[in-house]
């Protein structure tokens, strides 16, 4: 029986992914949310930087991210004092599946002129419930709990998820890496088209942190204030204002292929 994590580790920087982290379209490969977190985690980790901060990420999907045993590469692009460039990679039976590259950034106190953050949204007591199984199927969709804002509406979606599956079986990692971990599911949450007919998924996923989140007692909150766009030529694209409990953190983007499914044959 899987542990109650999206990965188990394997020693020397590889990983077996568990059915948590099994992806919403097919069975036998891995939802980006949970690879997008182990790799912001294996970044922060690398030669860390406690004065710099981690503040954007950059996931380029180069192919299937199957659902088997991986190993993570991750170097220095960009050594520097107050900017740094780390890469971390995905590699499945030598191929690399997922790049992701992070800026770290010098911080300094900037309280006194801080402005410009969007609205807070709604706490997520109270809220709706939203039965995402009825319109996702893998083991990462069904072990979240979604909380919807009232007046949300296909494609145009505020909306809070609460995860409780640890990112690493028996390892500590940040609230950052829980946060990132969680963030590419906008483009489920916010999804302008029924999935049982189209597929859109995205090539990748860019994510600008303005601070760092803080999710207290280790409870993975994340909270979305999400649109999708579909363009006339095959592309779509999904953008979010992305929250902690404390208020707005960040942004994301996704830029999405879309195509129908094929469908029954006669």
């Known amino acids: 029986m899987d542990p109650n994590s999206y990965y188990v580790p394997l020693g020397d920087g590889r990983y077996r992914p568990t059915v948590h982290a099994q992806g919403a379209w097919r069975d036998t490969e891995q939802h980006m949310a949970p690879v997008s ?8 980790t690398h030669r860390p930087r406690p004065d710099l901060q981690l503040c954007r990420l950059t996931y380029e999907i180069l192919g299937v991210i199957a659902a088997v045993p991986f190993r993570i590469d991750v170097r ?3 050594p520097g004092r107050t900017i740094e460039l780390v890469e971390a ?3 499945i039976e030598d191929r690399a599946a ?5 800026w770290r950034l010098a911080t300094r106190d900037t309280t006194s002129v801080a402005a410009g953050a969007p609205d807070p949204l709604p706490e997520p007591d109270g809220l709706p419930h ?9 083991g990462y969709i069904a072990g979240l709990e979604f909380r919807i804002v009232p007046g949300s509406e296909p494609g145009r979606v505020r909306a809070w998820l609460h995860g409780r599956t640890a990112l690493i079986d028996g390892e500590p990692v940040s609230d950052l890496a829980r946060f990132v971990g969680l ?6 949450i916010a999804a302008r088209l029924p999935p049982d007919r189209w597929m859109f998924p995205n090539t990748d996923l860019t994510v600008h942190l ?3 989140p803080r999710l207290p007692r280790g409870e993975a909150w994340v909270g979305f204030d999400a649109r999708s766009e579909i363009g006339p030529n095959g592309i779509g694209l999904t953008s979010a204002t992305v929250h902690d409990p404390a208020g707005p953190v960040g942004r994301t983007e996704q830029i999405l292929t879309v195509r129908p499914l094929p469908g029954p044959t006669a």
């Open 89 to 91: 990679t995905l590699v």
């Open 76 to 78: 220095v692009v960009r």
């Open 37 to 44: 977190g182990l790799l912001a985690h294996a970044i922060e």
């Open 183 to 188: 963030l590419d599911t906008a483009n489920g």
């Open 130 to 138: 939203w039965p995402a199984t009825d319109t996702w199927g893998g």
């Open 210 to 212: 303005v601070r760092p």
């Open 98 to 102: 997922v790049r992701a590259t992070g």
